[in-house]
């Protein structure tokens, strides 16, 4: 098993969804403390292709080291073939239900479920999908500052 494979036993991995990266990065320190929890408590943080996407496209010049350096701590979790099916599958099956979801989130969901991860978000709405384990990250706490 890989270091990143989350089916070692008592290890999971979290996929931190885009919502968390910021929370992180502005210091908010419910989302930062639980980070921290999870890493003593020897889980593995993650990232994807398109968390990383997102992030770089919303940073502001003077965050960019912050973003790296938070990016570099991370595992990644590479969006594979299987991975980019489920995305279809997930976003075909909830059309049917009357659900939109966008390509990004059904990318994220179907990653997660490829590796075996858990998504961590703020916003449970963009990943209603039944086969993916999804935790919200703590609420704000209204403290916190720039992501520098």
Known sequence: MGAGDSRRI????????????VAHLRGETAVTDRLLDLVREGHALATSAVNVAEIHRGALPRERRAVTALLDRLGFLP??????????????????????????????????????????TDNRKDFPMRDVRVEIQPPSTGRGGSAT
Request: hydrophobic content about 50%; glycine content about 10%.
């Open 79 to 120: 969006t594979t073939i299987e991975a980019a099916w489920r995305a279809g599958v997930y976003q075909r099956e909830l059309a049917v239900r009357g659900v939109t979801i966008h390509t990004p989130d059904a990318l994220i969901a179907g990653t997660a479920r490829a590796h075996g991860a858990v998504v961590m």
């Open 10 to 21: 008592g290890v999971t991995t979290y996929l931190l969804d885009t919502t968390v990266l």
